[in-house]
């Protein structure tokens, strides 16, 4: 899985709206300033979260966004892939690339197997787990 800087602002994004929501709208211009990303990159990112149903957005006065979950339903591995889209993948028989020798490779299973690690890993943390104190988090103990 290659992660991008979409893919990283994503999850600092969302991070800091579950910690400065408790509940209550909070716009992208606040989400901007406390995480130093632009706002109109926000807006472009927050539609691709809304659409693969991560945030609700609440208009009017006092509008902006919400989970659409429990910060303990979100995980890692879905916010990035939201954010990022198209799957990129480190091995070539899930990415479709064809070079006529997937099948004879040697270091195919090897790729294969370090993408499900990955995606193991970045699935094993929620957006919650980021919020513990340093020594029990999901994170801090390797997955």
């Not at 979100?74 to 480190?90: D, F, H, Q």
């Not at 004879?104 to 513990?132: A, H, K, P, Y």
Request: hydrophobic share 35%.
């Amino acid at each position: 899985m290659k992660i991008t800087s979409r893919g990283r602002y994503a999850v600092m994004a969302l991070v800091s709206l579950s910690g400065a929501s408790r509940g209550n709208p909070v716009s992208l211009k606040d989400i901007s300033r406390q995480e130093d990303i632009s706002e109109l990159y926000l807006q472009q990112l927050f539609a691709s979260l809304r659409r693969r149903k991560l945030v609700k957005s609440v208009r009017g006065p006092g509008g902006g966004f919400i989970l659409a979950r429990h910060p303990s339903q979100i995980t890692i591995g879905e916010i990035i892939r939201s954010a990022e889209g198209k799957e990129s993948r480190v091995g070539c028989r899930k990415s479709g690339r064809k070079c006529g020798m997937i099948e004879r490779c040697r270091t195919q299973n090897m790729w294969d197997t370090l993408e499900e690690r990955i995606d193991g890993f970045l699935d094993s943390i929620t957006v919650e787990d980021l919020f513990r104190p340093h020594g029990e988090g999901a994170a801090e103990a390797g997955g």
